[in-house]
């Protein structure tokens, strides 16, 4: 009997030890199943964090387009009030010389006013005598 029982026990610790080492190829296999994983975990870490990174990117230019597009319209206003203060200063320019023109133009007719002047008094006092004249 206690041979029979040796070979019982010889058998369950072949068997164990069979088991022992498909089981060991098993936890092999899923160790570098793990290893993938986390080479494929670590992967897509990366691959979120650089799509991330371009998404703030792109955010970031679209800002900017949109800064240097206000730019531009400031720039044009800028320019045009800057046409606008040189249109003003062209008039005033204008307007002086034209002041200053009448100004030479009153003194060369200047000395014609006095004829003028003694008319226009004639006429006046010529007026005031007419009955229908509404002055006193």
């Not at 800064?67 to 062209?90: C, F, I, P, S, W």
Request: glycine share 2%.
């Amino acid at each position: 009997m206690a041979e029979a029982e040796l070979d019982k026990h010889t058998t369950l610790v072949t068997d164990l030890t069979r088991r022992i080492d498909e089981l060991q190829v098993k936890a092999d296999e899923a160790a570098r199943l793990k290893d993938q994983v986390d080479e494929y975990v670590f992967y897509l870490d990366h691959r979120l964090t650089l799509a991330l990174i371009i998404h703030r990117y792109r955010h970031a230019a679209d800002r900017l387009q949109k800064t240097e597009n206000v730019m531009e319209k400031y720039k044009k206003k800028l320019q045009e009030g800057a046409d606008l203060r040189q249109h003003v200063k062209v008039c005033s320019l204008e307007y002086n010389h034209v002041g200053h023109f009448n100004d030479l133009s009153f003194s060369h007719w200047k000395h014609k006013m006095p004829i003028s002047s003694t008319r226009t008094q004639r006429l006046r006092r010529t007026t005031a005598r007419s009955p229908h004249s509404s002055h006193s």
